[in-house]
Each structure stands twice: as structure tokens, then as C-alpha cells.
């Protein structure tokens, strides 16, 4: 079965730089949400989008922005990279708004130097 | 306010032993679900079980096993006959019905299964 697909799998910046992490969400769901993990951290969440509008809105810094598109897939943009954004960020997505049933991507693993 | 805690940051067992992973959670609500995850140290998050708050009833799936009870607004996991597989870090997380997307976590509880 398709799973959620997160691209890249890792990357690497430098501070002040800027990162585009991509989210292909599971074949008709609608739903993507996505969560930053700090190293030795549980996963927090940023933000989700359902049907292409933002739903809803966690601790995610000003210094980054997200937007799902009309194919569904979603990007979040870092801009201004520091060395505590360096974490593994998660991408889920799900069929519908407020599902019990969120399938996680396999993650991207950020490094910022 | 809305909580989870997992009071183990991080246990030792040796293989075999049976092992249990506490999980307490807060919440004003009373419909919610409550999530265990494991995550290896390959970093995916693996999604283990989903129960909603209207059922207690306490679930097995093969070596693992679940308790729910709502008085003490506890989710507990338990591993029988623990295999060095099992090592990982495990977490308990809460979501709202119908109220909130995210998925609140909690810190985890780090697992190591010595042979």
C-alpha cells in the first residue's frame, strides 16, 4: 500500500540558509500535518492543512511557512536556518479532518551547521 | 490542560523479561483517543495502537498488551517475553475527537533489551 513520502530524506544547511521539505500524503487524503522532533525530543507539532487551507497551528517559528497544494502534496519552507532547527520532521496525513488515523511519513532529518 | 507523561525516560530489561511502560495522561475532555508509537533507531515512527475513550476494554496483540483505565487516566503497555527487537523508544500520545489535529506526545520512554 502507498505510504506518505517525504523528500529528502536528509539534508543539509548551513545557518541563515533556507530548506524546502516536501510531503506526497497517502493517494486521496486530504490532511497532511506536519511535526518537528528535536534530537532526544518527542515529536511537536507545526501545523496541518486540510483540504489546501491551514486548519490549525502549533509552535511552528515565524521564520517558517508551509502551504499544501492542489495536488494535496505539502512544503514547508525554512528560511533563516539556525543550529536548533537541526531535527527530524515528521509529515503525516489522513483522510479527512480531525482523523483518528494519521500515517507518518518516514521523516526528514535536518541538519543545520 | 492537556498532558501526557510518561514518567520512564528509559528502562533496562534482559531479554525475555516482561516489561511494562507507564503512561498517564490529562485532559478536560472526555472524548479522545490515546496512541502508542514506537520509534526505532531508524527514527520512523511505527504506529502500534489506537484506543477511543469510550472503550476500556484492555487489548492483546501477540507479545503486547495494553491497559486502559480511565480512573486513573492511565494507558500502560506491556511487553511479554521482551526480544532484543524490541528495544526502542516508545511513546503514549492523546488526540481531541472532532476538536484538534495535532497529536500530543510525550517525552518517551526509552527501551533497551540486553541479550
Known amino acids: 500500500a502507498a505510504g506518505v513520502i517525504q523528500s529528502p530524506r536528509h539534508l543539509i544547511k548551513e545557518k541563515r540558509e533556507t530548506a524546502t521539505l516536501k510531503c506526497y500524503p497517502i493517494p486521496r487524503h486530504d490532511t497532511v500535518y506536519w511535526y518537528q522532533q528535536g534530537p532526544g525530543q518527542d515529536p511537536q507539532f507545526l501545523i496541518s492543512?486540510?483540504?489546501?487551507?491551514?486548519?490549525d497551528k502549533g509552535s511552528i517559528p515565524d521564520r517558517f511557512s508551509a502551504q499544501q497544494f492542489s495536488d494535496y502534496h505539502s512544503e514547508l519552507n525554512m528560511s533563516s536556518l539556525e543550529l536548533g532547527d537541526s531535527a527530524l520532521y515528521f509529515c503525516?496525513?489522513?483522510?479527512?479532518?480531525?482523523?483518528?488515523?494519521?500515517?507518518f511519513g518516514p521523516g526528514t532529518r535536518l541538519t543545520v551547521t | 490542560a492537556q498532558k501526557v507523561t510518561q514518567a520512564q525516560t528509559e528502562i533496562s530489561v534482559v531479554e525475555k523479561e516482561d516489561v511494562t511502560l507507564d503512561c498517564v495522561y490529562e485532559?478536560?475532555?472526555?472524548?479522545?483517543?490515546l496512541f502508542w508509537y514506537k520509534q526505532p533507531p531508524s527514527g520512523e515512527l511505527v504506529f502500534l495502537i489506537r484506543r477511543n475513550s469510550f472503550d476500556e476494554q484492555n487489548e492483546i496483540s501477540g507479545r503486547y498488551s495494553w491497559n486502559f483505565q480511565k480512573s486513573t487516566s492511565s494507558f500502560n503497555f506491556t511487553i511479554t517475553a521482551s526480544q532484543v527487537v524490541d528495544s526502542a523508544v516508545y511513546f503514549c500520545?492523546?488526540?481531541?475527537?472532532?476538536?484538534?489535529?495535532?497529536?500530543?506526545f510525550g517525552k518517551g520512554t526509552r527501551l533497551h533489551i540486553l541479550p
Open positions: 492543512f486540510y483540504e489546501k487551507m491551514q486548519s
Open positions: 503525516a496525513s489522513s483522510a479527512g479532518r480531525y482523523s483518528y488515523e494519521q500515517y
Open positions: 485532559t478536560r475532555d472526555t472524548t479522545y483517543y
Open positions: 500520545a492523546l488526540s481531541h475527537m472532532n476538536r484538534d489535529d495535532k497529536i500530543i
